[in-house]
């Protein structure tokens, strides 16, 4: 019953590191988002994509890049790793309208990046 | 001002108490409300859904809008340990795959 995968659950890298978050949906859904979780601040939409090869910047892209080449597959590259980006990170899905009988954004189960 | 503002809690009850979690928002426009449930070190799931005003129930869990006051709630009925998780409540203005504008999250612990 796996909706949205997310390729790690945990990850440690390095300070100045390339790193890729990969999520993968299999419900067809258009639109795709990447959030980032931190205690007292709650989710914050780093980018999202409505369709494939399409990104709009969220609230907080700096530091960041996504990648969007097929419709289930949406990838968070985070350029050149530093310790404020040490976070939980966290894809989701939607369909565009709630005619195709799905509500809401359905969650990975989040990727633990540690940045030393 | 946050868009959507939620007590961060924790919220601590017995087991078997009602518990009853809110969220506040300021734009009149939003129109669909959800309520998501995040055990720890996992993603929010969904677990309710409304359109509109007024009040929906499933099984323990009833959500409740009230658009006047721009207020919407969760109540918990015979809470159990397993509902121990951080609750997030969500909304959009035009349908629910739409972008939604989150809440902070309560953290709700259930006490044996």
């Known amino acids: 019953d796996v909706k949205v995968t997310q390729s790690s659950r945990y990850l440690v890298k390095r300070t100045g590191e390339k790193v890729f978050l990969e999520c993968v949906q299999d419900?067809?859904?258009?639109?795709m988002f990447w959030y980032r979780q931190d205690p007292g601040l709650g989710l914050r939409l780093i980018y999202f994509?409505?369709?494939?090869?399409?990104?709009e910047k969220g609230d907080i892209p700096e530091g960041y890049s996504v990648s969007r080449e097929k419709k289930e597959r949406f990838s968070l590259i985070l350029e050149s790793a530093s310790t404020n980006q040490t976070s939980m990170y966290l894809c989701?899905?939607?369909?565009?309208?709630?005619?195709?009988?799905?509500?809401?954004?359905?969650f990975g189960s989040g990727t633990r990046l540690t940045v030393v | 001002q946050k868009e959507v503002e939620q007590d961060p809690g924790p919220l601590s009850v017995p087991e078997g108490a009602i518990v009853s979690l809110n969220c506040t928002y300021s734009?009149?426009?939003?129109?669909?409300f959800m309520w998501y449930r995040q055990y720890s070190r996992k993603g929010p799931e969904l677990l309710m859904y409304?359109?509109?005003?007024g009040n929906k129930e499933d099984g323990r869990f009833t959500a409740q809008v009230d658009k006047s006051s721009k207020y919407i709630s969760l109540f918990i009925r015979d809470s159990q340990p397993s509902d121990s998780a951080t609750y997030l409540c969500?909304?959009?203005?035009?349908?629910?795959?739409?972008?939604?504008?989150f809440g902070g999250g309560t953290r709700l612990m259930v006490k044996p």
């Open positions: 409304t359109y509109s005003s």
């Open positions: 419900m067809d859904h258009e639109n």
């Open positions: 969500a909304m959009s203005f035009n349908n629910a795959g739409n972008m939604l504008t």
């Open positions: 994509s409505y369709d494939v090869k399409m990104k």
């Open positions: 734009n009149s426009a939003f129109q669909y």
């Open positions: 989701a899905s939607s369909f565009s309208s709630t005619g195709q009988g799905d509500y809401g954004y359905t």
